[in-house]
Every structure is written in C-alpha cells, then in structure tokens.
C-alpha cells in the first residue's frame, strides 16, 4: 500500500501562487507515476499535471499548461504543484494521485491510491 499526505493549499487573491505537496510512504517503490486532480463544487474530479517518477516526463492540462508546474523529489519521495497566476476557476480540492503500472493517463480511473485532498481558494 501507499499512502498519500498532501499538504499547502490555502486562500490567495487571483494571479497568486501556490505550492503545493504531496508526501508519499509506503510501498513507494511501486507506483510508476503521480498526478494532480482537482474537484470544484458541483464537478467532476478533473486531471491537471501528472509526472513518471524514474524519467520525469510530465504532461499538463490545457487549462493549466504555463502556468503551473509539477515535480518530483525521489528521495523524498514527494511530489509538487508549482501554481502561479492563478485564477478563481482554480479554486477546488486539490488531489494527490499515484499509479502503480503503466502508461501515463489522464484519467481518475488509472490511478490506484489517493490522498485526501487540499483546499485551494482563489479570491476574485
């Protein structure tokens, strides 16, 4: 198993940042890749940025894309989500996600363990 704290979020007026982590433990050695999820109110849970822990490829969602970035620290094993200029359509929980095996996707369905969750707050 793998367990997944996430920690960072909080209130910031629009064309702020943000940064975001996500601490893994357990049976890290396991999961081939991470991601970010966010859910607004009233939404479905939506991919933002994903990185493949051994090659450090990342892919973003369009919304997202030059504005937010992801990393990752292995011997740490912590991942981050660099959020600058952000906006109220940012505002959601925010997700960690790890993946055991695989290609890297997009969605939620690919992914097999969670945290649970960090509340990020864009002010107008």
């Known amino acids: 198993q793998v367990q997944l704290v996430e920690s960072g979020g909080g209130l910031v007026q629009t064309g702020g940042s943000l940064r975001l982590s996500c601490a893994a433990s357990?049976?890290?050695?396991?999961?081939?890749?991470m991601a970010w999820f966010r859910q607004a109110p009233g939404k479905e849970r939506e991919f933002v940025a994903a990185?493949?822990?051994?090659?450090?490829?990342?892919k973003y969602a369009d919304s997202v894309k030059g504005r937010f970035a992801i990393s990752t620290d292995n011997s740490k094993n912590t991942i981050n989500l660099q959020m600058n200029s952000l906006k109220p359509e940012d505002t959601a929980v925010y997700y960690c996600?790890?993946?055991?095996?695989?290609?890297?996707?997009?969605?939620?369905?690919?992914?097999?363990?969670w945290g649970q969750g960090t509340q990020v707050t864009v002010s107008s």
């Open positions: 996600a790890a993946a055991r095996q695989g290609p890297l996707r997009v969605g939620s369905a690919s992914y097999d363990y």
């Open positions: 357990g049976r890290t050695f396991m999961t081939s890749h």
């Open positions: 990185i493949l822990r051994n090659s450090g490829f990342t």
